[in-house]
């Protein structure tokens, strides 16, 4: 069974930036659409981006578009995601998913249950 570990979290100051790593085991996140979401205290988790196993297209989340950009870097089978001009509103607990490739134009707005597996979460904490 594929499991996912995120890497890469950290605290930060507001303007800084963060490089997440999603890894899998397991199985390889090569044929698989990537998604990466964040849940902070009180709220409601949120998709933040997602990247196609096909072409490479992505999709951003509003709150996040301009500032985060989703890669894959298939020398070292993993999804990536780095963080640019962070807010204190992005601080939260990351984390990746993946889901069957034909689901991928939905992959922000999924229920968890429709993706194949979840990873732990890393710690983003963005504050001066």
């Known amino acids: 069974q594929l499991q996912l570990v995120e890497s890469g979290g950290g605290l930060v100051q507001p303007g800084g930036s963060l490089r997440l790593s999603c890894a899998a085991s397991?199985?390889?996140?090569?044929?698989?659409?990537v998604g990466w979401f964040r849940q902070a205290p009180g709220k409601e988790r949120e998709g933040v981006s997602c990247i196609s196993s096909m072409d490479g297209s992505t999709i951003y989340g509003s709150s996040v578009k301009g500032r985060f950009t989703i890669s894959r870097d298939r020398a070292n089978k993993t999804v990536n995601l780095q963080m640019n001009t962070l807010r204190p509103e992005d601080t939260a607990v990351y984390y990746c998913?993946?889901?069957?490739?034909?689901?991928?134009?939905?992959?922000?707005?999924?229920?968890?249950?429709?993706?194949?597996?979840w990873g732990q979460g890393t710690q983003v904490t963005v504050s001066s």
């Open positions: 397991g199985g390889s996140l090569d044929y698989l659409a």
């Open positions: 998913a993946v889901l069957s490739p034909p689901l991928f134009s939905l992959c922000l707005s999924l229920p968890p249950g429709e993706y194949d597996s």
